[in-house]
């Protein structure tokens, strides 16, 4: 598979809107990145918030 944003061979396949799609390694990390900016981690965040609350 090839790197879905490079010309590279993919390193990882992820799946991306409900597609999957192979990515090299330099690009995975570009992706988590992104996903830091996610919904599911302001998720995250709010079960920390309640372990803090105790
Ligand atoms: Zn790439």
Redesign the pocket.
């Known amino acids: 598979m090839q790197?879905?944003?490079?010309?590279?061979e993919?390193d990882i396949a992820v799946e991306k809107d409900g597609i999957k799609v192979g990515?090299?390694k330099?690009?995975f990390q570009e992706q988590m990145e992104d996903l830091a900016d996610a919904d599911w981690l302001d998720d995250v965040e709010d079960q920390l918030d309640i372990d803090r609350r105790e």
């Open positions: 790197c879905h944003y490079c010309d590279r993919a990515v090299c330099t690009h």
